[in-house]
């Protein structure tokens, strides 16, 4: 993999363990809900997620990552349709979606891909 490649996958693991530092797995909606700078933070790195994943994509139309279109179009909807993104939107996708992402990019870090 060249090195570019590993770059931006690294970004996308940075940003998922950012993520987990600003929203531990003992924070519950509600408070999540009322912290404004923990969902600006969240919203960042799912931006900074989506672009890596855009350039991976540029770079490799057929990048081995599950979902990578949808990743990318979160993105487009966090920064060009800001006012559609609800805090549940948010909230599942660092719920039910980053785990498997994560697992895929560390997996892809350590291969030769």
Do not use: C
Not at 6 to 22: G, M, P, S, Y
Not at 86 to 109: F, H, M, Q, R
Request: hydrophobic fraction near 40%; charged fraction near 30%; avoid cysteine.
């Amino acid at each position: 993999m060249e090195s570019e490649a590993r770059t931006w996958l690294a970004d996308i693991q940075q940003a998922i363990t950012e993520i987990r530092v600003f929203l531990p797995e003992t924070v519950d909606y509600a408070h999540f809900r009322e912290d404004l700078k923990t969902k600006r933070a969240i919203e960042r790195n799912i931006e900074i997620i989506g672009e890596a994943m855009g350039r991976l994509l540029n770079y490799d139309p057929d990048f081995p990552i599950n979902d990578a279109r949808r990743i990318v179009d979160a993105r487009n909807r966090i920064i060009h349709g800001y006012d559609t993104v609800s805090d549940a939107i948010i909230w599942s996708i660092v719920k039910n979606d980053l785990s498997g992402l994560e697992t895929e990019v560390a997996e892809l870090l350590k291969s030769d891909i």
